[in-house]
């Protein structure tokens, strides 16, 4: 089955901490996202990717990282530059926009937890 | 610029009853519009897009959509909830050819026995 995996469910940090969200995807799919979730507060985009080895930065980049070395992976990093990182995120992944109207995927998202 | 507004965070309704949760948007150009479902604590599915071959769009699960340009609305409905309807929804809007998707903060669907 294609779709987009998220590693891992729950993830817990200590203060200082640097931690790494894992993204796959297996749809063939040139764009990809990372969004923050808090409750009502809709989605945020972190950062995004339309290429192998180029992304750019979303509305709340600030203390997180990302890269993209492959097509299929597109892992966040959560620094500790980044005060308040208690939330929901969520992994997204479109083919890339143009002429036609393309939703995007989601994965099943990962909690993070700051201890 | 582009934003999308939901106007309800929160809308009860009883089993068997219509569904209406609503959405507005702003676009400069001609927009891409969608509905997500949420249930806790998962990712979101698509429910349906709006993709200007029709203005009335159908979905998933029973529900729909109508596009009203004059309106800036795209509200979503269903002619019966169903106890797996309880969910959080929410609209999205995107301009055609770019990257960003706008999201609404979400409206909560809760569904009485």
């Known amino acids: 089955d294609g779709g987009i995996t998220q590693s891992p469910k729950y993830l817990f940090r200590k203060e200082g901490q640097n931690v790494t969200l894992s993204c796959e995807q297996n749809?063939?799919?040139?764009?990809m996202y990372w969004y923050r979730q808090d409750p009502g507060q809709g989605l945020r985009l972190i950062y995004y990717?339309?290429?192998?080895?180029?992304?750019q930065k979303g509305d709340i980049a600030e203390g997180y990282s990302v890269s993209r070395e492959k097509k299929e992976s597109f892992p966040l990093t959560v620094t500790s530059a980044q005060k308040n990182p208690t939330a929901f995120y969520l992994c997204a992944s479109s083919r890339l926009t143009g002429s036609s109207y393309n939703e995007q995927f989601f994965g099943p998202g990962t909690r993070l937890t700051v201890l | 610029a582009q934003s999308v507004t939901q106007l309800d965070s929160h809308v009860s309704v009883s089993e068997g009853t219509p569904v209406l949760l609503r959405c507005n948007y702003s676009?400069?150009?001609?927009?891409?519009l969608f509905w997500y479902v949420q249930h806790p604590n998962k990712g979101l599915q698509l429910l349906l897009k709006?993709?200007?071959?029709?203005?009335l769009v159908k979905g998933i699960n029973g529900f729909e959509a109508e596009f009203k340009k004059s309106e800036t609305s795209f509200h979503l409905t269903k002619p019966s909830a169903h106890m797996s309807d309880a969910a959080e929804y929410f609209c999205v809007v995107s301009e055609r050819g770019t990257y960003k998707y706008i999201f609404g903060t979400g409206t909560r669907l809760k569904v009485l026995a």
């Open positions: 676009s400069s150009y001609s927009p891409s």
């Open positions: 990717s339309q290429i192998v080895n180029d992304f």
């Open positions: 749809l063939n799919h040139d764009a």
């Open positions: 709006y993709t200007s071959a029709a203005t």
